[in-house]
Nanobody
């Protein structure tokens, strides 16, 4: 069955960095666009970033552009999100998802990121 397992979250000070990983199984990872989406406390889902099947095209929300980098390793069936210059407003549960170039169709369970001094 399809599985997406996020890891790498935690508590970090403002200005710090974290690298999230998403281990994929149960489907042909290299055939799917992949997404990172987040949900801050008391707020709705916010799209963060998207990467194409081969990794050649990447897209970012304005709120993270220049600070976050999405990447993938199709040989390892793993998606990454490098987060630098973290701000308190980046505090959220981060989910990875698979889908087509327009919409995600399956989500992981999420990993908590807390940015606080």
């Amino acid at each position: 069955q399809v599985q997406l397992v996020e890891s790498g979250g935690g508590l970090v000070q403002p200005g710090g960095s974290l690298r999230l990983s998403c281990a994929a199984s149960g489907f042909t990872f290299s055939s799917y666009w992949m997404y990172w989406v987040r949900q801050a406390p008391g707020k709705g889902l916010e799209w963060v970033s998207t990467i194409s099947t081969g990794g050649g095209s990447t897209y970012y929300a304005d709120s993270v552009k220049g600070r976050f980098t999405i990447s993938r390793d199709n040989a390892k069936n793993t998606l990454y999100l490098q987060m630098n210059s973290l701000k308190s407003e980046d505090t959220a549960v981060y989910y990875c998802a698979k889908g087509d170039r327009v919409y995600p169709d399956y989500w992981g369970q999420g990993t908590q990121v807390t940015v606080s001094s």
